[in-house]
């Protein structure tokens, strides 16, 4: 079986959501930034790979420019890790490629990465192109979506995470839509008024949540509802909360 072979075959909710989510191991000496910068020209396909995940721990503006081309590098795992690392190593030259490998690669464990990165980055160009895949891509992107919608600070973000919450077949991604949104109303609040429609649909749905099937969403709509202070929010956990405290008698 050739490398392709085995990657065509690759689940990708079998791998880490982003490099934050590996599992700790003992604490191991960074690696040398001129060694792995090398190595991000090799013809070796994993000697690629490798140093691009290097950049993940490595801050290091020298390998931008390549981590760049690698976006489009030929194994789907080298332009993976190359995402990632541009995520840790944020600069608005990367963005632009991001953005576009995103709409183009047509593999869903990259797009994901590139998601992950565009969300860390808070890159407001990156906007639509996230929107576009929370509306229409595979799960596990859909899910880093929500996030990154999150972390952007924009309030045209507020709506289609609200239709998503609303929505959305799956749970985690509708669970990271109610994080997202308690997250993107706190920052946004001085850009618009409490009275304004967007802000009550927010509300609406995350309030709807609190009787979604899944125990993890109404806990995200709880949490978010509990840290943006909405009296009518409060108000509806209030009289859950009641009535629970009723029902253990």
């Known amino acids: 079986m050739t490398l392709n072979d085995e990657l065509a075959i690759l689940d990708i909710d079998a791998f880490p959501l982003s ?17 792995m910068l090398a190595l991000l020209n090799s013809e070796i396909i994993l000697e690629r790979m490798q140093a691009a995940r290097a950049f993940c721990e490595l801050e290091d503006q020298r390998a931008i420019p390549r981590l760049v081309e690698l976006l489009q590098d030929e194994c789907p795992l080298v332009r993976v890790s190359a995402a990632y690392a541009l995520g840790r ?25 590139i998601v992950w990165a565009l969300g860390t980055c808070r890159a407001t160009l990156g906007l639509q192109p ?4 929370l509306k229409y891509d595979i799960t596990a992107v859909r899910l880093w979506a929500a996030s990154a919608l999150g972390q952007l600070g924009d309030v045209d973000a507020i709506t289609p995470l609200t239709d998503a919450l609303t ?8 669970g990271n839509c109610a994080w997202s949104l308690g997250k993107l109303i706190i920052q946004m609040r001085c ?8 802000y009550h649909d927010a509300i609406d749905a995350l309030i709807n949540a609190l009787d979604d099937d899944d125990l993890s969403v109404q806990t995200d709509a709880r949490n ?11 108000k509806v956990l209030d009289r859950i909360e009641m009535d629970q405290g009723y029902c253990e008698f």
């Open 167 to 174: 929505q959305d077949s799956m749970s985690a991604v509708r």
């Open 19 to 35: 490099p934050l989510d590996l599992p700790p191991e003992e604490e191991m000496p960074l690696p040398d930034p001129d060694e």
């Open 224 to 234: 978010s509802l509990r840290k943006l202070g909405d009296p009518r929010g409060l």
């Open 89 to 113: 190593n944020k600069s608005e030259h990367a963005i632009a490629p991001l953005i576009d490998q995103l709409k183009q690669d047509w593999n869903g464990y990259v797009r994901k990465g």
């Open 191 to 198: 850009e618009f008024n409490v009275q304004d429609e967007i």
């Open 130 to 133: 996230l929107i576009s895949a």
